[in-house]
């Protein structure tokens, strides 16, 4: 059985960062591109940012890019987002994907974690 764990989310102030990690188990995505969306309420899920297997390439929404770093360590079978200069229009719960069914311009993960809340505080 496929899980995906989220965890990191939380409480900050605006300025601040956070990390969030998500923690695959069930069969390695070291062949899959790994990423993150996030859902704020009464919002769809948009696309944040992901990693292809190699590593090659990366991808971010243009709302967080120079802002937020997308890694991944495929011995771990692990995806972090590392998100600085956080703003409260970046209050969402963010969710890890794995295994991408769209295109690099059009992310659709196949398996999804349960999302963590990051709230930033103005």
């Known amino acids: 059985q496929v899980q995906l764990v989220e965890s990191g989310g939380g409480l900050v102030q605006a300025g601040g960062s956070l990390r969030l990690s998500c923690a695959a188990s069930?069969?390695?995505?070291?062949?899959?591109?790994m990423g993150w969306f996030r859902q704020a309420p009464g919002k769809e899920r948009d696309f944040v940012a992901a990693k292809t297997s190699n590593a090659m390439g990366t991808y971010y929404a243009d709302s967080v890019e120079g802002r937020f770093t997308i890694s991944r360590d495929n011995a771990k079978n692990m995806v972090y987002l590392q998100m600085n200069s956080l703003k409260p229009e970046d209050t969402a719960v963010y969710y890890c994907?794995?295994?991408?069914?769209?295109?690099?311009?059009?992310?659709?993960?196949?398996?999804w974690g349960q999302g963590t809340q990051v709230t930033v505080s103005s």
């Open positions: 069930g069969r390695s995505f070291s062949t899959n591109t």
């Open positions: 994907g794995a295994q991408n069914l769209g295109t690099t311009r059009a992310v659709r993960f196949k398996y």
